[in-house]
């Protein structure tokens, strides 16, 4: 008996390891572009996994000039979104493959006026999200968004 649970468990953990060994480094897959802007840290803008991404945090940053768009909350989410947009379509995703995103917002006042167009990229089945005030955010953004999807 105990040896059958020994060769049940050994035998799941080999389809496991098996499962996320595809790749020589594990099945990882980095993900870039200048499609969007170019990580500011030691980060990935984006990792694959399997069928699941995961996307580093997008501040308003406008890839052609590595600066923060201006005007606030609109135009900055405006450029979040183009910036994950441009992340995901590298890797073969879009955003309808989005099942999880962190919003983090300087000022959650402009949780309104975010919302108004955050909806409109995803208003057919958006994905589970949270919002949290943050009161700085990287190169004074006034918004952050990161974001994992799946295929």
Known sequence: ???????????????????????????RRIIATDQ?????????????????????????LDPATGRLVMGGIEPETRQVMANLQAVLAAAGYDLADVVQAQVYMADLAEYDAFNAIYAGYFSDDPPARAVIE??????????EILAVAVR
């Open 36 to 60: 969007a802007p170019a990580a500011i840290g030691p980060y990935s803008q984006a990792v694959e996994v399997g069928n699941t991404l995961y996307l580093a945090g997008q501040i308003g």
């Open 134 to 143: 943050a009161p700085r955010l990287p190169r004074n953004a006034v918004v």
């Open 1 to 27: 008996m105990i040896l059958r649970f020994i060769a049940t468990v050994m035998a799941g953990a080999l389809l496991v390891l098996a499962a996320g060994c595809g790749a020589p480094d594990g099945g």
